[in-house]
């Protein structure tokens, strides 16, 4: 009777732990279909939570002075991934010792906590020219930048002038701070003639 009476004890215990993993396995799936369908169900999710027409945003430096002016005509930021997308944007770089920079394109995208733009159609970046540097002109189909880091980067076909000089590459980094550009790939370089003495 005492064997009888501990194998049902097993059995039961084995039976109770049988349904306790059973009904967790059953609440794990309904949680995890239940977060599938709150992601399908939100057709709005996805939308913008604010639109601006016609702006200008000023973004200060560390040390509380402007770094940069970005305008366009129209701004679109997404709360679900806290990006912004500009129509037209211009950006207007004013980094401090550094000649500042104007960059154009047809759209722009803003991310990483505003720390990242990368423009998109035509762009368009130059620097007027100083008693310390030539004016440079660059113009690629797409760029990204790093305003923080006053630096720049491409893996894209790059035409860029610089004075009376012109190169092309294909990919480009650049570092406004430090004045250093380095061009990738198969490209061109055209110096001007010197000067007959």
């Known amino acids: 009777m005492r064997k009888r009476t501990a194998h049902r004890w097993q059995l039961t215990v084995i039976m109770m732990v049988g ?3 059973a009904a967790g396995s059953f609440w794990l799936v309904q949680v995890v279909n239940q977060a599938g369908q709150d992601e ?3 057709p709005y999710r996805n939308e913008p939570d604010y639109i601006i027409d016609r702006f200008s945003l000023v973004r200060m430096n560390q040390a ?3 770094a940069y002016i970005i305008s366009g005509d129209k701004l679109t930021h997404r709360p679900v991934d806290d990006t912004s997308e500009i129509d037209k944007p211009f950006v207007h770089s004013l980094a401090g010792e550094q000649p500042p ?3 154009h394109a047809q759209t722009a995208h803003i991310d990483q906590g505003n720390t990242r733009v990368r423009l998109d159609g035509n762009v368009d970046v130059r620097r007027p020219a100083t008693a310390q540097a030539a004016a440079m ?3 690629t189909p797409t760029l990204t930048i790093y305003p923080d880091e006053e630096r720049m980067e491409t893996a894209s076909a790059v035409q860029l002038e610089l004075g009376q000089s012109r190169a092309t590459g294909i990919g480009m980094k650049a570092n406004n701070a ?3 550009v380095q061009l990738g790939g198969r490209g061109q370089l055209v110096l001007p003639a010197r000067a007959a003495h």
């Open 40 to 42: 399908r169900g939100d």
């Open 137 to 139: 002109r660059l113009t």
């Open 101 to 103: 920079m104007q960059m």
């Open 64 to 66: 509380g002075k402007p």
């Open 19 to 21: 349904v306790f993993v």
């Open 178 to 180: 430090t004045r250093e």
